[in-house]
């Protein structure tokens, strides 16, 4: 492997990385602060993609970044006020209502759009390639990372700097006791599922230049990143940016060394995790 | 605040509900037998079940309310079901084309669907299904990953099955049953086609980028057997068929060099391999050879954005809609576009998919008509098994006896833009036709692969 092609392999799996970053932490947010596994993500993440389509057409790719994720984290709120009833109980209640919500959904987004593949043309500034020791590199991927970096930043500012992050992160370890001082808990879960459905959106429009993405993949697209939630752990938000860079990493050059195993790889990599630490290798274990 | 919400979710989930049933797109009823030449009709009706998927299509209804029922078994619901559209109005083209005809003695045909969502573990209930509602036959199932389990269940419930998928030797040899019938693509000769050109164009080394079915390893393996050991295989990606990310694929394709990509990847994989492809540079120095080659389902979104690499894509396509000189084929198009819009209230363009749902369907509406009335499954398998017929584009299509692949005409092409602007899509500079028993295995050349492979060769046409 020469210098040139290891840090394009590098890049790429920093990239597909981040990207994944975007499904997943949302994920684990939502699994951190407030209980529950959030199974509709992959639709919302789908819902992103669908709506910047129709959004970017009209007001461009680069406000669509923003209101976009407003949107899908609108639609996000009805959604956790339908599962309130159902807080307390058993959690197979709340993924499956999550899991009802995601077959909805992309009902709703093939009655809208369609059943058809769809690309969103890229604006001219993301366009074209740069080159990075000697290789080319699509500028847009650069731009996807940039992006994911200022949302994991901002993600990891607000819930270490933040009193909502404190919150939470108080939530986390003791919810009764947040209650019990007056914090009203209910709307901070709004707030959470919100943050977390609003990043799949994200997430979503900076895949629609990229993938030629089908309606219904919002019931399948969460199982890709599971392992990422497992390896970074399911109640660790810490470790979900690190989680997801490894699966990226392990993707890119397992696609050059073992490309045989390459569907197989990031399931492999989450089954040894588990047997290093169930809890992810990026949570630390309890007595240390 | 509950019950609003709990209002507005029953309310979504209803609606949900209709996507699912007797609409494909938006609101229209799904596919109806054309009431043109049936003797009495009806307004188009749709059953639903409780599980809330399309029962009975809609049909206008013949002599004494009856219809001839053919069972489809198609995906509404996985990642694939993206191409759906193009691939149902190509049966309800065909249907339609039968019904104006006459049908069967006056009594229309009409279209029942079951959805697999491309699941192989879905195929055995909902073809079980299609039969308790009385079809004759069953087109589907629509990909190759279902096709082994298709033939298996067509074999043990003795019904005839044809299949417009691409059709590979894990059926024709594995799983080989006398009630299956292929009228789609088949992996072997696109293998050859492409081989044949890789060789006249002087490439040295390719990469394989495929999904998990069995056409994708057949055409690999195939064409670098073609090519001999001279020609350097760089290694090979098998990717999911619901997969769209293939940054990392490529990236390391492109470390690698190869003078092509072999493609064994369609719908929602192919546009993101081919866009991704365009945005690394990939197209800039290798070519990519498979088949869907011009095919509106691929290439549209690729179109639309700019990113398709015309020039660069080869391979194999059914359908040659751009040419003029063949006569009815505009009209041919103009009418599978308007079955989209009736039935989908979707533009739809050209497509190879469409095109093998239409022959398959008319592969089994011209087999019923030979069958003097009777229409069990025993005869139609018969029936199928003789049944000749031609559309635009092929003379004379027939099931070959020993294997029941259907001898195609195979045009090759490279993807280029239409230099009249009448198509937005891709249309095809023709390297080569070839006529399918040209390009498709001999007798010989199956058993010979059964034997090298350890599996027993059945000859269907001794069965």
Redesign the interface.
Known sequence: MTVSFFFQTLISGISNGMVSYLMIAGVSLIISGMSMVNFGQGAFYVLGTYLTYTIAAKIGFVPSLILVPILVAGIGYFVEKATRPLFGKDMLYIMLLTYGVAYMLCDIIVMFWGYSIRLLSLPAFLNGGVKIVGIKFPVYYIFEIVISGITAFAFWLMINKTKLGMLTRAIISDRPMVANLGVNVNQMFSVLFMIGIGIAGLGGVLNAPVTGMSPKEGLSIFGNVMPILCIGGLRNMDGCLPAALLVGLVNAFGAVYLPQYYNVLPAALMVICMFINPKGIFTRREGR | ??KI??L??AA??M??????TG?????SSTTAASSAGAPATAAATTATTAAGESQSTSASEGINGKTIKIGVLTD??????????WAEAGAILAMEEANEAGGLNGIPFELVYRDTASDSANVAQKATELVNEGCIAILGPKSDGEAPTGSTWAEENKFPMVTPCTMNTRVTVENASKYMFSCGFVAWPIAKMNAKYAADKGYKSAFFIGN?GGASGDSRDFFYKELGDGFKNL??????S????F??????V??KNPDVIIGAVA??????LV??GT???LWDNCDYLGWYTCDS??T???A????YPYGKVHGVQLWPFWLDEIEGNAEFAIKYSEIGQKY???EIGPSDMGYTWYVGIKAITEAAKTTAGDLSPEAMTNALSTVHFSTLYGKDLYFRDFDHLMAHAYYYVTAIKDPTNKWAIPVGDIYAVYQGNEMLPTKEDVQKYAQENGYTFTDLSTK
């Open positions: 605040m509950k919400i709990s507005a979710l979504s989930m609606a949900s509900m209709t996507a699912c609409t494909v797109d938006s609101g509404r619901s996985s990642a694939a079901a993206a191409t759906v559209t998990d290694g090979s990606n098998q990717v999911s619901n997969s769209t990310e940054s990392t694929i490529i990236s390391s492109v470390g719908g929602p994989n192919f546009v993101s866009n991704q945005q690394f540079g389902t691929n549209t979104a690729l639309e954005s700019g990113n989908y209230n979707k």
